[in-house]
């Protein structure tokens, strides 16, 4: 699984014109599933991202998750994080799941999200044309992904400070 996570101060998804859902400060997750990814992957993501410490603390340092700040979460459904572009100039979505397989395992880690935080998740709709607008609060935006393969876990690494 993938996911770009950007810290916002606002943000809202709108399908066919008409707002679905609307978060102020918090995360929007844009969240790709790989073909072979499962429950395990969804699991753990989304703990990851609760985790994910990329809000300020006191001393103005990013040290504290949205689990302990209060914020909320948006999540929308996105295969094209999975485009291969290296070849040619149309993207390849090989890599990405099937919606039949995707669509369960996005609404798991929109689960397992929910447990996390409970009431603070708000979610587009899958495979919908949607329009997500956003402020992106710092800039703060990481790539995140939970890999089924074995050895290719590519969270990210703590930093110079120990994070």
């Known amino acids: 699984m993938r996911a770009v996570v950007q810290r916002v101060s606002d943000a809202a998804v709108s399908i066919g014109g008409r707002r679905v859902a609307s978060i102020g400060h918090g995360l929007v997750v844009l969240l790709g599933v790989r073909a072979g990814d499962g429950p395990h992957e969804a699991a753990r993501l ?27 979460v948006l999540v929308v459904s996105q295969f094209t994080l999975y485009g291969d572009t290296r070849k040619g100039r149309r993207p390849s979505y090989i890599d990405a799941a099937p919606p039949a397989t995707a669509e369960p395992l996005y609404a798991r880690f929109v689960g397992e999200l929910e447990r996390l935080l409970p009431g603070r998740v708000r979610t587009g709709e899958f495979r919908a044309m949607m329009a997500v607008a956003l ?7 990481l790539l995140v992904e939970q890999d089924a393969r074995p050895g290719h876990d590519q969270t990210p690494t703590a930093g110079a400070d120990g994070g």
Request: hydrophobic share 40%.
């Open 46 to 72: 989304a703990e990851k991202i609760a985790q994910l410490r990329i809000f300020d603390d006191a001393a103005g340092r990013m040290n504290r998750s949205v689990a302990e700040t209060g914020g909320d």
């Open 135 to 141: 402020v992106n609060d710092g800039p703060v935006t």
